[in-house]
């Protein structure tokens, strides 16, 4: 009886190992995560001289050119929803006209 007891406490003993390693690989990964976003974000500078356009960092760049870039791309993508149009000023043009 003595074994089949130090089997259970070795199996529930094994759970939480295993439960405190995938609970401590996930903190990891969000700290890991965060202090990323962080580093992106603290470092003002860019190394593509402004120009975003092919730029693998424009999602989490927090540079003003970036910002501009991701608004312009929104306005573009409602732009191409209109039929025909192929800017945001050719949408706006379309939708004065009621076409």
């Known amino acids: ?27 990891a990964a969000v700290a890991a995560m ?3 976003r962080a580093l992106l974000r603290g470092a003002e ?6 120009i975003c356009r ?3 960092q424009v999602q989490l760049c ?4 970036a910002m501009s ?3 312009a791309g929104k306005e573009f993508n ?3 929803r209109v039929a025909g149009a192929k800017t945001a000023e050719d ?9």
């Open 45 to 50: 500078s860019c190394d593509r001289k402004g």
């Open 54 to 56: 092919g730029c693998g």
């Open 69 to 71: 870039f991701r608004e």
């Open 1 to 27: 009886m003595d074994s089949e007891q130090d089997k259970r406490l070795g199996r529930r003993e094994l759970l939480r190992g295993i439960v405190r390693g995938v609970g401590l690989a996930g903190v």
């Open 78 to 80: 409602a732009a191409q």
């Open 34 to 36: 965060l202090g990323r």
């Open 91 to 99: 949408a706006e043009k379309k939708r004065g006209e009621g076409i």
């Open 62 to 65: 927090a540079l003003p050119q």
